[in-house]
């Protein structure tokens, strides 16, 4: 477990991203679930500037947890290149084009944070693939949920632009292919990077099949998710903005789990969650003023596992019941917060009119 805790102080930007399908029945109910995890050497392929924080040095470390780490009921799974029909869910064909024409070129910089360089464009593409081959795993039942660690990045590329470290957004792609594929009606999608995703909120900024949510430092790059942005037309109220100011920790990250994400998230009633876990509000990460740590990551992944696993019927409610009987802590518990309560009452003022809150 303390390697966990390592790798998380090294992670700077979003490489994360983390899934969880409600449960249907099926999967271990009394055991640990089956977690799929995409870790890849071929990510270090994309290269990037010297001293630019999202460096290819963080998969190497990311493969040597996994050397190390093992839990019950962990798959490793192979990732795929996604195919160009599949990035186009989310991106204009001219965008793509651009991308595609970095490879095998020695460097194109699209913005001055956003560098490719010649196999930049094939590593996208495993990363969106990489995503994708694990919500297949999910979805045929082979495991309960997932992990992709992957890069580069996706949350802040829109669908005409790549910017800040992202070329193709992960999550967006993928919540589009479990629209698509799988005729999912309801995909919450739960952004805790330091960062806002300004590129995913566009995505589904009208649309009511996504739940977009995000908390994030505030004013901090990219500038976007102000409380006020809440969607429009269909889309009115199914973007929810957790503008932090910097200096926030367990406690506020906590309390707004408890005030706004557990709620809204219950009654949307997804049907799939995916997280774009980037781990760079944790308190040792300089691109931040954030104090998260490893407890505060966990409350929030047992939250949603939580929220996820939820509404499934009463085996698991009996399930839950002899796991608390027999001494087994999962509970949700979450402790109270902190400064942060001003901002929260805002969010909460602001999406009262469209949730029970
Ligand atoms: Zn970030």
């Given at each position: 477990m303390s390697e966990k805790g390592a790798i998380r102080h090294?992670?700077?930007?979003?490489?994360?991203?983390?899934?969880?399908?409600?449960?249907?029945?099926?999967?271990?109910?009394?055991?640990?679930?089956?977690?799929?995890?995409?870790?890849?050497?071929?990510?270090?392929?994309?290269?990037?500037?010297?001293?630019?924080?999202?460096?290819?040095?963080?998969?190497?470390?990311?493969?040597?947890?996994?050397?190390?780490?093992?839990?019950?009921?962990?798959?490793?799974?192979?990732?795929?290149?996604?195919?160009?029909?599949?990035?186009?869910?989310?991106?204009?064909?001219?965008?793509?084009?651009?991308?595609?024409?970095?490879?095998?070129?020695?460097?194109?910089?699209?913005?001055?944070?956003?560098?490719?360089?010649?196999?930049?464009?094939?590593?996208?593409?495993?990363?969106?693939?990489?995503?994708?081959?694990?919500?297949?795993?999910?979805?045929?039942?082979?495991?309960?949920?997932?992990?992709a660690m992957v890069r580069p990045p996706g949350h802040h590329a829109e669908a005409d632009r790549a910017m800040g470290f992202c070329f193709f957004n992960n999550v967006a792609i993928g919540a589009r292919y479990l629209r698509s594929r799988y005729e999912l009606d309801r995909i919450l999608i739960v952004d805790w990077d330091v960062h806002h995703g300004n590129g995913t909120q566009r995505s589904f900024y009208a649309d009511k099949s996504v739940l977009y949510v995000s908390l994030h430092q505030y004013p901090h790059y990219p500038g976007t998710g102000d409380v006020g942005d809440v969607g429009v037309a269909d889309g009115m109220g199914f973007t929810v903005n957790i503008p932090f100011p910097g200096g926030c920790g367990d406690d506020e990250y906590a309390a707004a789990f408890r005030r706004i994400v557990e709620p809204i998230s219950r009654r949307f009633v997804p049907q799939f969650v995916l997280v774009s876990a980037g781990f760079d509000a944790h308190r040792r990460d300089p691109l931040s003023q954030m104090r998260l740590t490893r407890e505060g990551f966990e409350a929030m992944t047992r939250s949603l596992v939580a929220v996820a696993r939820d509404h499934y019927a009463l085996e698991e409610s009996v399930a839950g019941v002899l796991d608390e009987l027999?001494?087994?802590?999962?509970?949700?518990?979450?402790?109270?917060?902190?400064?942060?309560?001003?901002?929260?009452?805002?969010?909460?003022?602001?999406?009262?009119?469209?949730?029970?809150?």
């Open positions: 090294k992670l700077t930007e979003t490489i994360a991203e983390y899934m969880l399908k409600v449960k249907e029945g099926g999967g271990s109910i009394n055991g640990m679930l089956r977690t799929g995890y995409v870790c890849d050497p071929r990510y270090r392929n994309h290269e990037v500037p010297p001293g630019h924080p999202e460096r290819p040095e963080r998969i190497g470390a990311l493969l040597a947890l996994m050397e190390r780490y093992s839990r019950d009921e962990l798959v490793k799974i192979e990732p795929r290149a996604a195919a160009i029909e599949e990035i186009s869910a989310n991106h204009d064909r001219r965008y793509i084009d651009q991308v595609r024409a970095t490879a095998d070129k020695p460097h194109i910089a699209f913005d001055p944070d956003t560098h490719a360089y010649s196999e930049s464009y094939e590593t996208a593409l495993l990363s969106a693939g990489g995503f994708l081959s694990l919500i297949e795993h999910i979805m045929a039942g082979k495991v309960d949920n997932g992990f027999g001494g087994n802590d999962l509970g949700v518990e979450l402790p109270h917060g902190g400064g942060a309560e001003t901002v929260l009452d805002a969010v909460a003022r602001v999406h009262k009119r469209f949730w029970k809150l």
